[in-house]
C-alpha cells in the first residue's frame, strides 16, 4: 500500500512541513478529468457493487499561491458497522454508568448507606472522566478509534463485573471502585464520534453520523433509569447489575473486529494533513475562538447533565411526584433525540454550524432562566414544555457543536479538540452538582419551600446565560477563524 500524501493546508505557525502528518495511510486515489464544478463540491460517480460510492472532490489547498490537485474519495458500505457498534457502547456504557441514579433510594437500604452517597456513584464518575482523558486523547491521535474502542471495551468489561461482585456482597466500595473503572472507559467513546465520522463519512453524512454515535449517551441514560427500576424490583439489585453486565459485555465483545480505517479516504478534509499531538495542544493554546466553543460547551453540557440528575430535587419539593419527575427528564431526552435527527441533515447540507449555533444559545439560556420560575406554578404541563425546549435546543446542535470545533481548529484532529471539550463538560458537571446539592434549602427561602434547590437552579440559570455572549463573539473581533481552519472538502 502506498502512502497518500496530500499537499499541506497553509498556516503560518506550521514550520517546518515536516511537523504535518497524514491521517492515514490510504490507496493513491484515481485521477479524474474535468474541471470542477464549485471549489469543495462532492458529486457521486458511481456505486460500486459492494454499496461503496466513488465521488469527485476538489480541495482548495495552497502551497504559498498554488491550488493544488482533484482527487477521487470513496465512502464504504462498512462505515455503518462501526458505526452502530459505537452508537450501541456508548448506549450501554450510559446505561450502566446510571445504574443506581434511578433507584437511588433501594440502593441505600442495599448498601446501608445515605443516598447523597449513592449520588457520589454519578459525581465520581463524572471526575474519573479527567484523568483518563489524556490517555483516551493520545491512543486515538496515536493508535486509532479502534484500539480505543478495545481498551473502552475492556474497562466496561471489567468495571460492570466489579460492581456485580460488589452487589454480591452488598460492598459498596467494591461497587464504587467497579464504577469509577467503567468511568474510565468513557473518554475514550464519548470523544470518539467526531473522529470516526471524519474519518469514514463525507462532508453531507459527517454531522448526522456524529449526531447518532454521540447522542446514543442520553438515550442510554434514558433507557437505563426507565428499565433499571423494574429490573431492580423484578430481581433486586444483584440482578439488575447482572443483566447490566450481560449486555455490556454482548456489545463490547465484537469490538476487535469492527473495520479499522477505510483504504481510500471519504473526502479532502479526511485526507488532509494533520499535526502531530504536542503541535495540537499548543496550537489549541493560541486559538482564541477554541476558548469560546470551549466553555460553552462545557457549561451547557454541565447544566444539561445536572438537570437530569437532579430533576427529583427540583421538582419533588413543590408537590411533583417522583413518577412525573422521571417523565420530565425522558421528555427531554426523546424530545432532543428528535430534534436532533431533524437538525443534523439540514446542518450536513448547509454547512452554517455557526449561525445555528448562535440563533440556539438564547433559547437555551432562556429555557435555563425560565426553569428558575416552572416548578413553582405546580404546572405538570408547563414542566414537560420547559424540560422539551431544553432538550430540543440542547441536542439539536451538540453535533454540529462538535463539527464546528473540529472545523476551526484543524489542522488539529478532531479528537484531540473534542476530548478537551468532553473533558471540561465532565468536570463542570461535578462541578455544578457539589454547587447545586450545596445551595439545597434547608428551610423555606424567599417562599421557596424546604428541600427545594432554587437557589441551585438560579446558579445554573446565571451560568447558561453567561454563555451567549461568548458564542456570539465567535467569529467577530479577535475571535475570527484561523486561517489554518480552511477545511478542504
Not at 485526507?271 to 493560541?286: N, Q
Not at 435555563?368 to 405546580?378: D, G, M, N
Request: glycine content about 6%; hydrophobic content about 50%; overall charge positive.
Amino acid at each position: 500500500m502506498a502512502t497518500y500524501q496530500p499537499l499541506p493546508v497553509a498556516y503560518e505557525d506550521l514550520h517546518p512541513l515536516q511537523e504535518l502528518q497524514p491521517t492515514h495511510s490510504y490507496d493513491p486515489p484515481e485521477q479524474l478529468d474535468g474541471r470542477p464544478s464549485s471549489a469543495g463540491s462532492q458529486e457521486p460517480l458511481r456505486e460500486r457493487p459492494s454499496g461503496d460510492t466513488m465521488y469527485k472532490g476538489y480541495a482548495e489547498s495552497y502551497d504559498g499561491e498554488r491550488m493544488v490537485s482533484q482527487e477521487t474519495f470513496r465512502l464504504y458500505r462498512r462505515r455503518f458497522i462501526g458505526l452502530a457498534h459505537l452508537t450501541l457502547i456508548n448506549l450501554v456504557l450510559a446505561w450502566a454508568s446510571g445504574t443506581f441514579g434511578s433507584i437511588a433510594e433501594s440502593a441505600a437500604k442495599y448498601f446501608d448507606v445515605s443516598v447523597d452517597t449513592i449520588n457520589w456513584l454519578s459525581t465520581a464518575g463524572s471526575l474519573a472522566f479527567v484523568p483518563a482523558a489524556p490517555l483516551a486523547i493520545w491512543i486515538l491521535n496515536r493508535l486509532g478509534i479502534k484500539m480505543a474502542v478495545i481498551v473502552a471495551s475492556v474497562l466496561i468489561l471489567a468495571g460492570n463485573w466489579i460492581r456485580y461482585a460488589g452487589t454480591r456482597t452488598a460492598s459498596f466500595k467494591v461497587v464504587m471502585f467497579g464504577q469509577i473503572i467503567l468511568s474510565f472507559a468513557q473518554p475514550f467513546i464519548l470523544c470518539a464520534p467526531t473522529a470516526y465520522s471524519k474519518l469514514w463519512f463525507s462532508d453531507k453524512g459527517r454531522t448526522s453520523a456524529t449526531a447518532v454515535a454521540s447522542l446514543a449517551a442520553a438515550l442510554g441514560a434514558v433507557v437505563g433509569g426507565l428499565v433499571g427500576p423494574q429490573l431492580a424490583e423484578a430481581s433486586n439489585i444483584s440482578g439488575l447489575v447482572l443483566y447490566t453486565s450481560i449486555i455490556a459485555s454482548i456489545v463490547c465483545v465484537p469490538s476487535p473486529f469492527i473495520p479499522k480505517s477505510p483504504p481510500t479516504p471519504p473526502s479532502a478534509y479526511a485526507a488532509a494533513p494533520v499535526l502531530g499531538l504536542r503541535k495540537s495542544l499548543s496550537t489549541l493554546m493560541r486559538n482564541k475562538p477554541f476558548y469560546l466553543m470551549f466553555g460553552s460547551f462545557a457549561i451547557f453540557v454541565a447544566a444539561f447533565q445536572s438537570s437530569a440528575n437532579l430533576v427529583v430535587q427540583m421538582l419533588v419539593p413543590y408537590g411533583f411526584s417522583e413518577v412525573q419527575a422521571g417523565i420530565a427528564s425522558s421528555m427531554m431526552v426523546f424530545v432532543g433525540i428528535i430534534a436532533a435527527a431533524i437538525a443534523s441533515p439540514i446542518l450536513d447540507r448547509l454547512q452554517n454550524h455557526l449561525l445555528a449555533i448562535q440563533c440556539m444559545t438564547p433559547v437555551i439560556a432562556a429555557s435555563y432562566l425560565a426553569l428558575v420560575f416552572i416548578p413553582q406554578t405546580r404546572s405538570v404541563a408547563a414542566v414537560y414544555v420547559i424540560f422539551a425546549f431544553i432538550g430540543a435546543s440542547s441536542f439539536s446542535i451538540t453535533p454540529g457543536t462538535l463539527e464546528h470545533q473540529a472545523n476551526w481548529t484543524h489542522p488539529v484532529p478532531p479528537e484531540i479538540s473534542s476530548t478537551l471539550c468532553w473533558t471540561g463538560g465532565q468536570l463542570f458537571t461535578a462541578i455544578f452538582m457539589i454547587v447545586m446539592d450545596a445551595l439545597e434549602n434547608k428551610k423555606e427561602w424567599l417562599g421557596q419551600p424546604p428541600g427545594s434547590i432554587a437557589k441551585g437552579l438560579v446558579f445554573q440559570a446565571t451560568m447558561a446565560v453567561l454563555c451567549v455572549p461568548l458564542v456570539l463573539l465567535n467569529g467577530r473581533w479577535m475571535f475570527k477563524r484561523p486561517a489554518a481552519s480552511n477545511r478542504q472538502s
